[in-house]
C-alpha cells in the first residue's frame, strides 16, 4: 500500500516558518512473513521424517532357551455341534459346557489371549453367538472368525 501523506503550510508565529503534517500508516506487510514462514513450514515437513532412524540393537543370543511358540488357538464348531453339543479345540473334542476352563487352560500364560473362530457353513449364526459367549466367559480378549475365500473359477 502506497504512503499516504499530506502536507500543510501553517504559519506558525514565529519567523514565519513552514511547519510540515506527514500522517502515515505505520503498517507492517504480512506477505512476505507468510511466505516466509510456508516455506519453513514445508522444508521442515520434508526433512522431519529423513532424521527419524531407529536404533541398531544387537540382541543377545542364547543356546539353552526354548522357543517362543505362540500358537493360535482354534476352536471349531462342527455341523454335529446341534446334535452333541461339541467343539473342537485345535483336534481335541471338548464339550461346550467346559470350553470356558478348557480355554483358560489353553491360553494360561499367555500374552496374547486371541481366538479364532472356525464354523461350518451350516451352522446357524445363533450357535456360533453362543459358541462365542462361552469363549467371552473364559477372559479370551478378541474373537476371529476364520473365513475361505471363494474359489475362482
Known sequence: MPKVS????????????????SSS??????????DVMLVLLI????T????????????????RSAAMT????FVTVPLAYRKNHTVRIGDEPVRVELL????????????NRD????????????????V?????EAGVENVGIVLRLPEER
Do not use: C, H, Y
Open 100 to 111: 470356558a476352563e478348557r480355554i483358560r487352560q489353553v491360553t494360561d500364560g499367555r500374552a
Open 43 to 46: 522444508i521442515f515437513m520434508v
Open 25 to 34: 500508516l505505520a503498517e507492517i506487510n504480512v506477505v512476505p512473513l507468510v
Open 70 to 73: 505362540d500358537e493360535r488357538v
Open 115 to 130: 481366538v479364532f473362530l472356525r464354523g461350518d457353513g451350516g451352522i446357524l449364526l445363533q450357535e456360533l453367538i453362543e
Open 132 to 136: 462365542m459367549d462361552r469363549l467371552k
Open 6 to 21: 499530506s502536507t500543510e503550510e501553517v504559519a506558525t508565529g514565529r519567523g514565519g516558518r513552514v511547519r510540515r503534517v
Open 48 to 63: 522431519a521424517p529423513m532424521l527419524q532412524r531407529g536404533l541398531d540393537v544387537k540382541l543377545p543370543v542364547s543356546r
